[in-house]
């Protein structure tokens, strides 16, 4: 006759997967919480480029004026950022809609115990330049 102890479980065996489970969960919810804000601020920065670039179109502020903007705004949001990090480029003049594009580079390191993390990130905004 053959036992039943294969079937039976180890009682331990349930609390350990358990223990598992809760600090793998605990684990995303920690992750979350730091990298959340990370990302809300993100996209309020990409909010504040956009409005940029349509300002700057419309008024045709110069490069050194765009880039004020956009670092003045990336330090609201505690990105770091340099002057090198933004790429600002207008299509030629003549073209049936001239528009203008800005390109920016910007990161911010988070820190977990025993480790920092560094979110990098890129955006690229366009407006037409000119009043319509």
């Known amino acids: 006759m053959e036992s039943n102890t294969s079937m039976r479980h180890d009682p331990g065996m349930g ?20 990298a959340g804000p990370v990302y809300l ?7 504040d480029l956009m409005q940029v670039a349509a300002k700057a179109g419309a008024e045709a502020w110069s490069e050194r004026t765009i880039r004020e903007h956009i670092l003045k705004a990336a330090r609201a949001q505690k990105f770091h950022i340099t002057r090198d990090d933004v ?5 030629p003049r003549g073209q049936a809609a001239p528009k203008l594009y800005i390109t920016v ?9 025993g480790y920092v993390h560094l979110f990098e990130f890129q955006s690229e ?6 009043r319509l």
């Open 105 to 113: 580079r910007y990161s911010r390191p988070v820190e977990v115990p």
């Open 15 to 34: 609390r350990f997967g358990f223990l598992v489970a809760v600090s793998f969960l605990g684990l995303l919810i920690f992750g979350a919480y730091k």
């Open 87 to 91: 790429v600002v480029s207008k299509t």
């Open 41 to 47: 601020d993100k996209i309020s920065f990409e909010d």
């Open 125 to 130: 905004v366009s407006s037409l330049v000119g």
